[in-house]
């Protein structure tokens, strides 16, 4: 039986970080085409600072909170990683992280799905993007939505993979859309379709947290999934 405790939310960064490790190339490759080409980069400082504060704080003791690897994690976006994606990441595992400590101290659906609640609307307040903008909100929100729709006593790995799923149907949609933020916004027809790359993040996020990503391609074409 899975403990959803600090374990599980520590080995859900780290599965996260092998995932961009992965796919780096992929996610610089959709990023020149539609931002400035340094997303991969961006998310792969953010998750080596914070793997090492991970181990640092393994070192003094295994913590007892579930919320502990995400409060750390987004203490290292937040402190250490530049560009518009990294600290709208590190709001969202803030956010995550204090949600999940309030219904705590194990990882609960009712707080996975208050956090990624809470992490979408400051988001939204932060970086000013709406759904159908062509961002990270067209797959946080989704996601969103597959968690609040869970019921409360489901499993954290079942809503998990529900906000999966949703993620990437939203990264999908981002294919279609015409980007009104950001770089691309002046790029036009020229990055129709293609993928928002910080959707594409916040779709490997959640896909980890069950698995490991190894390549994009099954993911954009809806054949996902992850490799466990």
């Given at each position: 039986?899975?403990?959803?405790?600090?374990?599980?939310?520590?080995?859900?960064?780290?599965?996260?970080?092998?995932?961009?490790?992965?796919?780096?190339?992929?996610?610089?490759?959709?990023?020149?085409?539609?931002?400035?080409?340094?997303?991969?980069?961006?998310?792969?400082?953010?998750?080596?600072?914070?793997?090492?504060?991970?181990?640092?704080?393994?070192?003094?003791?295994?913590?007892?909170?579930?919320?502990?690897?995400?409060?750390?994690?987004?203490?290292?976006?937040?402190?250490?990683?530049?560009?518009?994606?990294?600290?709208?990441?590190?709001?969202?595992f803030q956010r995550l992280a204090c949600a999940v400590r309030d219904a705590g101290p194990s990882l609960t659906t009712p707080g996975l799905a208050a956090g990624t609640?809470?992490?979408?609307?400051?988001?939204?307040?932060?970086?000013?993007?709406?759904?159908?903008?062509?961002?990270?909100?067209?797959?946080?929100?989704?996601?969103?939505?597959?968690?609040?729709?869970?019921?409360?006593?489901?499993?954290?790995?079942?809503?998990?993979?529900?906000?999966?799923?949703?993620?990437?149907?939203?990264?999908?949609?981002?294919?279609?859309?015409?980007?009104?933020?950001?770089?691309?916004?002046?790029?036009?027809?020229?990055?129709?379709?293609?993928?928002?790359?910080?959707?594409?993040?916040?779709?490997?996020?959640?896909?980890?947290?069950?698995?490991?990503?190894?390549?994009?391609?099954?993911?954009?074409?809806?054949?996902?999934?992850?490799?466990?």
């Amino acid at each position: 039986m899975t403990s959803f405790d600090a374990a599980f939310t520590g080995g859900w960064i780290r599965r996260f970080a092998a995932s961009v490790r992965a796919t780096e190339p992929e996610l610089t490759a959709l990023d020149q085409r539609a931002g400035d080409g340094d997303f991969g980069v961006n998310l792969t400082t953010g998750l080596t600072t914070a793997l090492r504060m991970l181990d640092e704080a393994a070192a003094d003791g295994d913590p007892e909170d579930a919320s502990a690897p995400l409060l750390t994690t987004a203490t290292a976006f937040l402190d250490s990683v530049g560009g518009t994606s990294g600290p709208l990441f590190g709001l969202l595992f803030q956010r995550l992280a204090c949600a999940v400590r309030d219904a705590g101290p194990s990882l609960t659906t009712p707080g996975l799905a208050a956090g990624t609640r809470e992490g979408l609307a400051v988001i939204q307040r932060v970086g000013e993007a709406r759904a159908g903008d062509k961002t990270l909100v067209d797959a946080l929100a989704p996601a969103a939505r597959a968690l609040g729709a869970c019921p409360p006593d489901a499993p954290p790995d079942t809503a998990l993979a529900r906000a999966s799923g949703g993620a990437w149907e939203g990264v999908r949609n981002t294919a279609r859309l015409r980007a009104r933020r950001g770089r691309a916004s002046y790029l036009g027809d020229r990055v129709s379709g293609v993928p928002d790359p910080g959707a594409v993040g916040i779709g490997l996020f959640y896909a980890s947290a069950d698995g490991g990503v190894r390549a994009l391609a099954p993911f954009l074409e809806g054949r996902e999934q992850p490799s466990r």
